[in-house]
């Protein structure tokens, strides 16, 4: 959970495995740094924040720290 100029709100999710999924330019965040989110949860809004050029949802995915396309 954080916040900086270039992706705005930001929600980092560690599944294990080396696989960690990002979400970024939220609007709101309902979860804690180290809280533990469950399957189904929704935990943050999409938005606007950050460098961004209208409201929408970037979404990364890592696996043993390569992004993935």
Known sequence: VGED???GRFVVIDHGA???TTYCH???IHVARGET???GAIFAASGNTGRSTGPHLH???RVAGEPID
Do not use: E, F, I, K
């Open 5 to 7: 100029a270039r992706s």
């Open 18 to 20: 080396g696989v960690r």
């Open 26 to 28: 939220l609007s709101a």
């Open 37 to 39: 989110v469950a399957s």
């Open 59 to 61: 979404y990364g995915l």
